[in-house]
């Protein structure tokens, strides 16, 4: 199981910028589809982005399209989540998942889960 380790979150304001990294433990990462979810106080866990093993194609929730990037880098085992503007309501706890399968993935079913990093937006 890969293992996903998450870091970049912290307090910004509202119109400010985040960059979220995730990394993963195995050199089979570059099969895996990757995601981040987010869950918010009293939420269930949403999806908000995908990308394809090959990187060639991505996904975002529609509260997200336009102001977050996903990416990655074979290379460093590692994806980005850039969250540009960002808005109150994206306060939440974001979490990076991995599988190798897209479309489980973005159903919320992963292969494995990173232990999450909190992401606060202040006005």
């Known amino acids: 199981q890969v293992q996903l380790v998450e870091s970049g979150g912290g307090l910004v304001q509202a119109g400010g910028s985040l960059r979220l990294s995730c990394v993963a433990s195995?050199?089979?990462?570059?099969?895996?589809?990757m995601g981040w979810f987010r869950q918010a106080p009293g939420k269930e866990r949403d999806f908000v982005a995908a990308?394809?093993?090959?990187?060639?194609?991505?996904n975002y929730a529609p509260s997200v399209k336009g102001r977050f990037t996903i990416s990655r880098d074979l290379a460093e085992n590692t994806v980005f989540l850039q969250m540009n503007s960002l808005k109150l309501e994206d306060t939440a706890v974001y979490y990076c998942?991995?599988?190798?399968?897209?479309?489980?993935?973005?159903?919320?079913?992963?292969?494995?889960w990173g232990q999450g990093t909190q992401v606060t937006v202040s006005s």
């Open positions: 990308i394809k093993w090959s990187g060639d194609s991505t």
């Open positions: 195995e050199r089979t990462f570059s099969t895996y589809a």
């Open positions: 998942a991995a599988g190798r399968s897209d479309y489980r993935l973005r159903l919320g079913e992963p292969d494995s």
